[in-house]
């Protein structure tokens, strides 16, 4: 029998590199977790709701229309028409009924007709922070009108609180002066601050529904006028803003470096807990959706609509000339540079530029960052305000909005909560009136309450509760184990989809192909729980020439976080979005109780490896030789002229223990012990872990099942880890 030939980690990088040009992939990496408590455990079940429209209405001349009748507007919810249920003009005190003939008034309930306004500051320059102040100090001049409460946020790579709802003009201004002060490192600690706060607040509150607490505020009225007190509306207030600041802390975990478009959509959600008319203006130098945040950025209008907020973006830039397309124009440039060099070069690896040069291409198209303000207030009934350094108008205009507005509800009939966005249009029998409302929303089931949840999971969450799972396509998924950390373990949940398997549209007119991966993961407990959730949607874009290259790769997510010890399941769902199907796979991760000792992860079979330099990431429980390791599930190697397989495993010494870690490996087939190799380690890395890599000549291999097995050892602790692989004959031509 032919031996086989091992190689030690270091000898092993130029093999890792030979399969690393010799494959084409495409690898998402990430770093993050999002725990899902045992009451959000998703389920989909179908129930009518209401839903609540709220409309401003103007003549020709822009001047607000307080005369309609519900017989005067018609409402179609995903192309068919409703019948409107109620209608009424709120305005000031008092809410007129529009429905019939009387238009009888009535008081508002001044507990349950709060209106809301959120203040928002995002990054700003000199230019624009100076602006911004000045709109929010001429905001607050205005007459706040009876139950309006203002809080003041601010967006720097997280959400931060300044000021939590209130009336009281005098902190308002001295939240807005900090906003605009762009001392940004201290929002943080202005924000634990009044988390702390908010949470004494609603301390005595927990436990009871949304439904009681709103049931409360029609028996007290304390805490109505002022910073929020003690009262249950106060209550429910600080609640709401708990639940904001909550979300984008999960969010901002899952999607680092994203955070305009997650911070908003933290800000509509948790505004869903209370009713009446809610206000965000948001005050920003433009907004940026790349290709990979589309979905976000709807679901971003979907739950504003649903949780009955009107976003007014203000562009705090003012009056800008041409120049507000440069960026965009040099990034089209950057991507055009790029496919030259694709083009004019035949054969080798795909470079990472090139690989993003699509992307940025798409993302160009998007980089006029006014437009997709406009978008956000156009489809939330607002409406954007640019181009001009003189806000007083637009800002009473805002005010007006506030304090007066048409209100109905109807029932929208939803049999088949399917994720789908269902538009809104609003006409009336007056052809001189415009109304200014809501786009739509998507349909989303009432358990999608929980801030991780987007529209495009809810095909992914159907198919996990299907009975067979659907099974459209192969993919591989499984979770690993990577090292004990305290009480718990780090693992990795690692999705391979074939590329092959997905389906592209080709899109003549931009000259590229079109696919869509998305994926929900859910890791139970012993007793069903799920203790962590895993999502991502890909949107992938190819050129023609590369199509075919690309359907021989892999698309491959990985996903780190921890896990106590015990037994779980991981059910993960894959959908191919051209082609509207899913597949299904369950697999099950065994975490052993951490001991003292030397330590070992599970091995893995090493699909590339990508040099990473000075960017590569240390904390990576893949980080190799300055560069990460990408592995497969995919135990099969065929036997092919120059085929080789890599192994990688981290050892984790005890820092307590003088003595070194020793390795040993071996090689078996049939329970015969094939080769055997006692390798020198290196000294562990910063983190006190040692990479290593061991590669192999897979084309001198018989075909058959292989075990590797590991044998660490460090004083008197012991630690093994073992896999398996197997080696087919080459597939004949």
Known sequence: MTPIQIKSSRAARFALTAIAIAASGIAVLAQNSVLVPPSDTPTIKGSAEEVLLDLIVRDKKGKPVRDLAASDISVTDNGKPVEIKSFRLVEGKEAIDAGGKSRAKVPLDAMRQIRLVTLVFERLGDEGRRLSRQAGLDLLKNDLGPNVFYSVFAIDRQLSALQAFTND??????????????????????????RTQLETMVGDHAGRSVEEKIGEMSQDSSGARGAPGGGSIAAMQARLMLTMLQSDEKIAVEQAGRSSIYSLLSLVRGQILLPGRKTVVYLTEGLNVP?????????????????????????ARGLISGRQNQGSTDSLASAAAATRSQNNRVGGAVTPEESRALDRAEDSIRGNVRGRLLELADSTGGFLIADTNDLRLPLHKINEEINSYYELTYNPHIENYDGRFRKIAVRTERADLKVQTRSGYFALPESAGNVTMLPYEVPLLKALESKPAPRSFEFHAAGIRVHPVGESVECALIVEVPMKSVTFTEDKPANINRARIS????????????????????????????????????????????LPPGRFTVETAVYDGEASRASVRKSVLLIPKPTAGVNISNI??????????????????????????????NDTIERNKGASISLFFAIYPDPKMTDPARLVLEYLQDGKVLARLDPALPAPDATGRISYVASSSAEAMPPGIYEVRAFVTQGPSKAMEATTFTVEPPVLQ
Do not use: W
């Open 169 to 194: 003009r005098d902190l308002l201004r001295q939240a807005v002066e900090r906003a605009t002060s762009g001392a940004y490192n201290q929002f943080a600690a202005d924000s634990l601050r009044i």
């Open 519 to 562: 994926l929900v993961a859910l890791v139970k407990d012993g007793a069903g729980t799920v203790v962590q959730k895993v999502t991502k949607d890909q949107p992938v874009t190819v050129p023609p020439e590369k199509l075919n290259g690309i359907k021989m790769g892999n698309f491959t997510y990985l996903e780190h976080f921890l």
């Open 604 to 633: 893995s079979i090493v699909r590339r490896f990508e040099p990473g330099g000075k960017d590569a990431d240390l904390k990576s429980p893949f980080f190799y030789n300055d560069g990460t390791i990408t592995p497969t599930l």
């Open 291 to 315: 290709v990979s945040l589309e979905e976000q950025f709807h679901a971003v209008i979907s739950a504003a609509n649903r949780a009955n907020v009107s976003v007014y973006p203000i562009d």
